[in-house]
T-cell receptor, first 116, second 115 residues
């Protein structure tokens, strides 16, 4: 299957700082990328959907000014958690879907964010 | 709107025993259904998927699932559990006709395999 690389796998940051998470499709062009958040022992909650070259579509209740998503190329999307607080600590996972793989999205390995 | 319900947040099976994970879905259109496995601190790996055609779907690692429209179910089974099957399993539904064909996940089922 296609490979999606997410970086970093773990990050610890101080309250008030911003953290950027990258999601790259390594061997296919990802026209659509999805960002999920997963709390401990819970399911994945979709945060936003991004299409290359356009603004992301955020799910209800997700603060777009806090979780900045950029999908500037067909192989890279970034999620920036701005002014992070301890309650933002979570596991963030991206997935990517290509134009020819419209029945499956491939997942990155996730990023464990801890805000102290 | 779509939704997924996974019955049982935890399942414990003995090594070599049958694994059965239950998934029921709700969808206003014919669904596309998926099962994913997640190991600790990792992303999701696709086990199998149903889109159209044969309702019994075979996936990786010996897993299979059967789409039953009349029961709105997509239960996952494996005849003989292995220690390496210990993980979290997620059932998901997608509607390709929806914008972005995003996935809606069930709550997950954690599988514990006893030696």
């Amino acid at each position: 299957g296609a490979v999606v690389s997410q970086h970093p796998s773990r990050v610890i940051c101080k309250s008030g700082t911003s953290v950027k998470i990258e999601c790259r499709s390594l061997d296919f062009q990802a026209t659509t990328m999805f960002w999920y958040r997963q709390f401990p022992k819970q399911s994945l909650m979709l945060m936003a959907t991004s299409n290359e070259g356009s603004k992301a579509t955020y799910e209800q209740g997700v603060e777009k000014d806090k979780f900045l998503i950029n999908h500037a190329s067909l192989t890279l999307s970034t999620l920036t958690v701005t002014s992070a607080h301890p309650e933002d600590s979570s596991f963030y996972i991206c997935s990517a879907r290509g134009t020819r793989m419209n029945t499956e999205a491939f997942f990155g390995q996730g990023t464990r964010l801890t805000v102290v | 709107a779509q939704s997924v319900t996974q019955l049982g947040s935890h399942v414990s099976v003995s090594e070599g025993a049958l694994v059965l994970l239950r998934c029921n879905y709700s969808s206003s259109v014919p669904p596309y259904l998926f099962w994913y496995v997640q190991y600790p601190n990792q992303g999701l790996q696709l086990l199998l998927k149903y889109t159209t055609g044969a309702t019994l779907v075979k996936g990786i690692n010996g897993f299979e699932a059967e789409f039953k429209k009349s029961e709105t179910s997509f239960h996952l089974t494996k005849p003989s559990a292995h220690m390496s099957d210990a993980a979290e399993y997620f059932c998901a539904v997608s509607d390709l006709r929806a914008a972005g064909n995003k996935l809606t996940f069930g709550g997950g089922t954690r599988v514990l395999v006893k030696p």
